[in-house]
C-alpha cells in the first residue's frame, strides 16, 4: 500500500481508506468484519460523521485493540458547527467511537455559523488533545480561501470532496489549490453513485482491459486513477471484506502513462462547473 504525507500533518496515509457512509445499513458483524479486513490490508484511514447514523459505533468495535494503528477522521455537520456546538459534537462522536482522540476532525460542508468560530473550536479541540488535527469537506476554492485566511497556512489538513471517474470536477481548480497550499485531498464516493460504468460501456471496457493487464478489478483501477496526483487520497466503502481487499490492491499498483491517457480519454473531466458537485 503506498502512503503519502497527509496535509500538515507529517502523518503517513495510505493512499486508499475506507469510507463508512451508509455503513449502518449492512449486516452490524458484516460491517465490522469488513473494515478490520481493510485494516488488515493497509486501509487504516477510516472516515466517519456524527451524521452517518450508527456508523461511528460500528467502527469504534472494528479498531477496538487497535486505534493506535488507525488514522481516524470524523465530521461536524455544520449546525454544531459554532465553537461550543463543534466541542461538544466532537465529544460526543468521541464516546460512540471508544477513543479520546480524533486524528482529524473535518467541517462536513459550510454553513451557516462563521468560519471563524468553527475554526476556534478545532483550535480548543487540538489544544486539549482531543484532535491532532482539523480540515474541511465540500470545499470550493473561495471557501478554502476563506478558511485559510482565518487559519493561516500549514493549518488545514485536508478538503474531503466528491470524486470519481464520471465526477471529476474537482480537478479544475479544487485539487490544484490543495496542491499549491499543502492540504490533503480526500475523494469520496469514488465509485459513484450505483452508477459505475458498465462492463459493456466504452469506458467499461477500457477499466476491463487495463485491469486485466494489472491483475486487478475494474473498480481497482478507477481506485489507483483517482489517487494518481501528488497529495490525493480516496475513501471507498463497501460492506464485503473480499471488497475491502480488491480496493486495498489498487494501493499498490501504479498506472502506466498508457493507461492514464486512456482512462482520461474514456472518462473526460469536462468543463468547470459553476459551483462545487457534492452529495
Known amino acids: 500500500m503506498r502512503s503519502r504525507t497527509f496535509g500538515g500533518t507529517a502523518r503517513a496515509v495510505p493512499v486508499v481508506g475506507q469510507g463508512t457512509w451508509h455503513l449502518d445499513q449492512a449486516d452490524p458483524a458484516a460491517a465490522i468484519a469488513t473494515l478490520r479486513a481493510g485494516l488488515e490490508a493497509g486501509m487504516t484511514h477510516i472516515d466517519t460523521a456524527e451524521m452517518y447514523g450508527e456508523a461511528e459505533p460500528l467502527v469504534g468495535a472494528a479498531i477496538a485493540g487497535r486505534r493506535d494503528a488507525v488514522f481516524l477522521v470524523s465530521k461536524v455537520v455544520p449546525g454544531n458547527a459554532s465553537r461550543a456546538g463543534v466541542v461538544a459534537a466532537c465529544e460526543r462522536s468521541l464516546k460512540r467511537l471508544g477513543t479520546d482522540r480524533l486524528d482529524a476532525y473535518l467541517l462536513h460542508w459550510p454553513g451557516r455559523h462563521p468560519l471563524a468560530e468553527t475554526i476556534a473550536g478545532f483550535d480548543a479541540l487540538r489544544q486539549a488533545g482531543k484532535i491532532l488535527a482539523w480540515g474541511v469537506s465540500n470545499f470550493d476554492v473561495a471557501d ?133 458537485p457534492m452529495l
Open 144 to 276: 478554502l480561501d476563506a478558511a485559510l485566511a482565518i487559519a493561516g497556512p500549514g493549518q488545514i489538513a485536508c478538503n474531503q470532496v466528491l470524486y470519481h471517474l464520471q465526477e471529476r470536477a474537482i480537478e479544475h481548480a479544487v485539487l490544484p489549490w490543495c496542491q499549491r497550499n499543502g492540504v490533503a485531498l480526500v475523494g469520496y464516493s469514488p465509485f459513484g453513485s450505483g452508477d459505475f460504468p458498465d462492463p459493456r460501456s466504452p469506458g467499461g471496457r477500457v477499466l476491463a482491459r487495463i485491469a486485466e493487464a494489472h491483475g486487478i478489478t475494474s473498480r481497482a483501477v478507477a481506485v489507483a486513477f483517482l489517487t494518481r496526483a501528488e497529495g490525493s487520497f480516496t475513501i471507498p466503502k463497501t460492506a464485503r471484506p473480499e471488497r475491502a481487499r480488491e480496493n486495498a490492491a489498487a494501493g499498490a499498483i501504479t498506472l502506466s502513462p498508457k493507461d492514464l491517457a486512456a482512462l482520461d480519454a474514456a472518462f473526460p473531466r469536462g468543463p468547470r462547473p459553476r459551483s462545487l
